[in-house]
Nanobody, 117 residues
Framework: HVVETGGGLVQPGGSLEIVCWAV????????MAWYRQGSGQSRELVAF???????KYASSVEGRFAVSRDNNKKTVTLQMGGLKPEDTAVYYC?????????????WGQGTQVTVSS
């Protein structure tokens, strides 16, 4: 499974970092991604990174957010800057790979990010 930390309340223009750990008997982590879901909205991809280091971002966060991963620690971090009220959402981590029980594709419980003055 995955565990997310970080999140919280931040003023517009501020920065925040959220981190996701993949835990368990994992042999290989493939794709790691962050999604978000605002109130009354569908879940959308925010940032993605694969095992070769390729990255992609939603156009709405390009240039403001940065995704990084540590393959040894099996973590993925989303650094968010220049935050706007429209970034307010529950952010979810999604990880897939191969572990003791075979292939997996898991979601975190979500962490709330609120951008407000």
């Amino acid at each position: 499974h995955v565990v997310e930390t970080g999140g919280g309340l931040v003023q517009p223009g501020g920065s925040l970092e959220i981190v996701c750990w993949a835990v368990g008997r994992i042999y290989s982590v493939w794709d790691m991604a962050w999604y978000r879901q605002g109130s009354g909205q569908s879940r959308e991809l925010v940032a993605f990174t694969d095992s070769t280091g390729n990255k992609k971002y939603a156009s709405s966060v390009e240039g403001r957010f940065a995704v990084s991963r540590d393959n040894n620690k099996k973590t993925v971090t989303l650094q968010m800057g220049g935050l706007k009220p429209e970034d307010t959402a529950v952010y979810y981590c999604n990880v897939n790979g191969y572990g003791f029980e075979g292939e997996f594709d898991v979601w975190g419980q979500g962490t709330q990010v609120t951008v407000s003055s």
